[in-house]
């Protein structure tokens, strides 16, 4: 190894990058992150313009280009479910008792994948 050359570390993250960076909440932001990736695909697929979106969605430009652009911060969970359902989307909220060894966790579905968020 040369001077100019130094050791590497790799650090292998949780799977929640929210918790990985010390946040409090970061469940709780997983869940929202999941959710507004499901809120963007939908709104890529309908090939709506930010000021379409806010007029079905009945939010502000501003908001609907925080969302686009990830920023969680000022949505609440019962806000991006009132979105999904403006978005045609049924939600349903279930519980069961976990099976899991590690823990109980939240998990969130659509047609196609069902995405696991540890709590």
Known sequence: MTEDQSTLEIEVGSGN???DLGLDDAP???LKAAIVGQINSILRHRHLTQVQASALLGLPQPKISALK???LRGFSLEKLLEVMVKLDRDVEIG???SSRK???R???RNEKVRI???A
């Open 17 to 19: 990058v929210f918790a």
């Open 28 to 30: 709780e932001l997983k």
């Open 69 to 71: 652009n990830g920023r």
């Open 95 to 97: 519980f069961s008792k």
């Open 102 to 104: 590690e823990g109980s």
């Open 106 to 108: 939240y998990s969130i």
């Open 116 to 118: 696991f968020v540890a």
